[in-house]
C-alpha cells in the first residue's frame, strides 16, 4: 500500500476520534491529523521534539494553532507537553502500556458480550467476510493489508455492539492503541495468531455464544500486550525499525 495512503487512513481515524463535540477551529483539527498520522506511520518515533515554530512555518501559520493541535494530540496520548520544555512525541512506559490494553480488553469484552446478542446476521457475515481477506493478505504477505483489516474488523466489531456510549469510549483508546497494535502485527507468528483469534470470535458470534465471544476477545488483547511487553523490553533501535 502507498504511504501516502497509509497516511490518509490514520488521518481519517484522527478526524473521527477529534471531531467527538469539540469546537476546535478546522485549521487546528487539520495540524493535528496530520502531525498525528505521521505519529501512527512511525515517521515521527517516541521522543522527537515537535517545534512549534517549525511546525508553524510548515503549515504557514501563527504558533497558536499549531499549540493547540499538539494540546488536541496530547489529550489523546500521542504527544507529551513537559512544563517550561519542548513537546514532543509521547514514549509511553511499559506500564502505561499495559493499562492502556488491560482497559481496551475489558472494554472489547463487553463489546463482545453486546454484539452476541444484537449484532444482526449481515453484520456477522460481514466480520466473517473481513477475517477471510485479512488471511488472504497475511498469506500474500501484505502486511499493511492486514493491519487495516485488523483496525476494520475491530471498527465494524465495535459498531455491531449497538451500543454508542460503548463506541464512544472506545474511541478514547483508539489512537493510543494504534501505534502498538501495528508493532505486534509486524511479527508474523502473531499475526497466524490472531487470524485464529478472530476466526473463533466470529464463530462464537455465529454462534450467539456471547460468553465465549468475551473470553476470547480478552485473551487476544492479552495475548497482544505480552508480545508487545517483550517488544518494548528489547533495545530501542529494534523496535522503532518495526513501526
Known sequence: MPAAANLERFQA???RVLSK?????????????TIGAEILDGRRVPGDDLNSVELARRFRTSR????EALALLEKEGLVEIPPRRRPRVADHSLEEVSEIYRVRAAMLALVAEEAGQRATEEEIAELRDIVT??????EAGDRDGYYWGNVRFHERFAEASHNRTL???L???VLRSLRFRRLTLANPHRVARSIADHSRLVTALEDRDARLAAALVTANVLGALRELSSMLEAPAPV???AG
Open 21 to 33: 463535540g469539540d469546537e476546535e477551529s478546522s485549521l487546528v483539527v487539520d495540524i493535528a491529523c
Open 13 to 15: 481515524i484522527i478526524r
Open 171 to 173: 474511541d478514547s483508546l
Open 133 to 138: 481477506r485479512m488471511e488472504e493478505a497475511a
Open 239 to 241: 523496535i522503532r525499525a
Open 167 to 169: 463506541q464512544r469510549a
Open 64 to 67: 497558536t494553532p499549531t499549540r
